[in-house]
């Protein structure tokens, strides 16, 4: 196959970076991986050791943390990503004070070689690709039982920055995928913390909660799975699950991938010198859209990735821009899974979820009170802070209702943290007002059942309006990416697994086993590092 011309080069940053930052961090050597044609951040990248399962995954902006023990299992960086040329550097090219620039360079797939092997032999379509890769779903992936250790974490990004950084280290003992994995896998942690680097947030970190809506997956429903964050990753993966339902609209991927969505013949690419057709699949329903690629093995039809995205076919998103796939609509969510080949079988290398969530905030400025001053003949408004001066005192604020007929308000008064609200003394209906509600027996019946307040525009001193609920958008990540599998190893029986039913930072057993430093967190660079 011909390639374009390759040459392993690694440049160090020409910036000036803080000397402390990296003195502080002295067990791991920092970069940042990137396209040498278009510059942009390559994700979810391998950076293995080479002929060793250990390894790191590269970040959303390319960034990755190479521990320096890494120096202890080979000299050679192995760098892959799908579309690709595998890259190969002395792990001594590698600074441990500086932030290293790596490149990689995309795979070139030679269009005429592709048709001298199809000579003779009857095109596959899109449809039969993804029949064919299903049906061999049990011949390609392990039915014994394996490991998986790796780095998971779950985090939210609101305005671009990382919030509620949640991290750790978990060996993941799966039965095989004849098994049913929710009923039968099982989960240690080696370590996990709540990472203090990164902004804390506890309104966004609570659970979804759809009776309230103070928190909502927009346009979904999340099952919270016991609030156990990784559970509710392991259930998105469609493949381990292919023979359950997974999630909306691929449903179950052995009986419904196929009826649910058309197949495109998308162009062909590789990874690590295998090559993979790539399959366009679209779905749509009323008020929604789903769009993805499937990356199938040209040798075996195992597959090696599963890319999708359901949108919004009523709102645009943020940028105006169109997306991958062609149009502006806004994500909803989007799932990416990813698997690699170890002895002829595919171990999952990492699987990404993010979907955007609502925050209803509860107002910061609000009303607390509200009553009649008989004695005074007004209405008194109370606030849970002092109100801003100019708009306590605008009449067109408030509205006061007394048995369906508006009150007509002449005078406004403040007083700390109360507004006195002054109907007109010359409007006929006043007296008759104030003279029913003084006979009111308030034990028996409230002025409230004949009253009726509404009070908006009003500010406080910070600028809060009342009563205004505060709507955010966040997007919500959980992500965990393979560092070594151990094929045929099973669960030991000594141990203390994590309990599926509680959250993964509440309470949990961690259990250290004696090679606890072979695995790393592979936390995401603080923004003066970016």
């Known amino acids: 196959m011909n390639t374009k011309a390759f040459f392993p080069i690694i440049f160090l940053v020409l910036i000036s970076i803080s000397s402390v930052a990296f003195g502080q961090q002295q067990d791991y050597m920092v970069g940042k991986l990137f396209d040498s044609e278009t510059n942009e951040p ?14 790191i995954i590269t970040n959303v902006d390319g960034s990755f943390r190479i521990p320096l023990k890494y120096k202890e299992y080979g000299d050679i960086i192995e760098i892959s990503s799908m579309g690709y040329e595998t890259k190969e550097l002395p792990i001594n090219d590698f600074s441990q004070d500086e932030l290293n620039i790596v490149t990689i360079s995309p795979a070139a797939i030679s269009l005429q070689e592709a048709v001298v092997k199809a000579k003779g032999k009857r095109r596959l379509s899109a449809k039969q690709i993804v029949q064919r890769a299903i049906d061999a779903i ?12 790796g780095y998971y974490r779950d985090y939210q990004k609101g305005k671009g920055q990382y919030i509620n950084l949640n991290e750790a280290i978990l060996e993941v003992f799966d039965q095989g995928f004849d098994q049913l994995d929710d009923a039968t896998s099982d989960t240690r942690l080696f370590y996990f913390q709540m990472n203090g680097d990164f902004e804390q947030d506890s309104i966004a970190r609570a659970s979804y909660n759809y009776e309230s809506f103070s928190k909502t997956a927009e346009k979904a429903i999340l099952d919270v799975s016991g609030g156990n964050e990784f559970r509710i990753l392991r259930i998105h993966d469609a493949i381990r699950n292919y023979n359950v339902f997974s999630y909306d609209f691929i449903g179950t991927l052995k009986t419904d991938l196929i009826d649910n969505h058309s197949f495109t013949r998308k162009n062909d690419t590789r990874i690590n010198d295998e090559d993979l057709y790539r399959i366009g699949l679209r779905a749509s329903y009323p008020n929604f859209r789903a769009n993805g690629t499937l990356y199938v093995s040209k040798l075996d039809f195992a597959i090696y990735k599963l890319e999708y995205t359901m949108y919004d076919e009523n709102q645009r998103n943020a940028t105006g821009e169109k997306n991958e796939h ?4 806004k994500a909803i969510f989007d799932i990416t899974t990813d698997y690699q080949k170890i002895n002829d079988k595919m171990y999952l290398n ?11 905030i509860p107002p910061v400025f609000k009303t607390i009170d509200m009553t009649v001053d008989l004695y005074r003949k007004c209405f008194v408004v109370e606030f849970n802070d002092i109100p801003e001066e100019e708009s306590a005192k605008k009449v067109l604020n408030y509205a006061v209702v007394f048995r369906d007929q508006p009150v007509k308000l002449k005078m406004i008064t403040t007083n700390e943290k109360r ?11 006043t007296i008759p ?26 500010k406080d001193e910070h600028g809060n309006l009342v009563n205004r609920t505060i709507r955010r958008e966040y997007q919500q990540f959980r992500e965990f990416f393979s560092q070594r599998i151990k094929p045929d190893s099973r669960a030991p029986f000594d141990t203390n697994f994590m309990d599926k039913r509680k959250p993964v930072f509440e309470s949990q057993h961690v259990t250290k086993p004696k090679d606890y430093g072979d695995y790393w967190m592979n936390t995401p660079l603080l923004e003066n590092l970016n």
């Open 42 to 55: 390559v994700v979810f990248a391998n950076i293995r050791i080479k002929d060793r399962a250990v390894g």
């Open 138 to 149: 049990p011949r390609n992936f392990p039915t014994t039982s394996f490991s998986t250790i």
């Open 326 to 329: 062609g149009h502006r609509q």
């Open 350 to 360: 990492y699987i990404s979820l993010n979907n955007n969530f609502i925050l209803n």
């Open 419 to 429: 507004v006195y609200l002054f109907p007109d003394s010359n409007d006929e209906a």
């Open 433 to 458: 007002m104030f003279n029913e509600l003084s006979q009111l027996d308030t034990t028996k019946v409230g002025v409230r059942d004949f009253l009726d307040f509404r009070v908006g525009n009003v």
